[in-house]
């Protein structure tokens, strides 16, 4: 049974850091491209940050400077380290595993991140 389950979220004052977990199982994780995706209310999901299997980062240039994404192929878990923190960050943060040579993905429930003071 495939699982990807997000965690780490809640309310921080801007200026503030968070480190959301996402741990899979179910899946080789090193074949999978891990991502981290952000919808906020009324917005689209857009992409956030992506890992490849290889352990390359890239970041969308919102939050390029702020956000660190990291993987452990050992423990089949995907970190992403904000700092920083702004009002604008506020989203539910989903986790995504993409296969990479197939068109197989899955995503997790979400997470809620708040930032407000």
């Known amino acids: 049974q495939v699982q990807i389950v997000e965690s780490g979220g809640g309310l921080v004052q801007p200026g503030g850091s968070l480190r959301l977990s996402c741990v899979a199982s179910?899946?080789?994780?090193?074949?999978?491209?891990m991502n981290w995706y952000r919808q906020a209310p009324g917005k689209e999901r857009e992409l956030v940050a992506r890992?490849?299997?290889?352990?390359?980062?890239n970041y969308a240039d919102s939050v390029k400077g702020r956000f660190t994404i990291s993987r452990d192929n050992a423990q089949n878990t995907v970190d992403l380290h904000m700092v920083s923190l702004k009002p604008e960050d506020t989203a539910v943060y989903y986790c995504?595993?993409?296969?990479?040579?197939?068109?197989?993905?899955?995503w997790g429930q979400g997470t809620q991140v708040t930032i407000s003071s």
């Open positions: 995504k595993a993409q296969h990479h040579w197939s068109d197989y993905s899955t």
């Open positions: 179910g899946i080789r994780f090193v074949e999978y491209t």
């Open positions: 890992i490849t299997r290889n352990g390359t980062p």
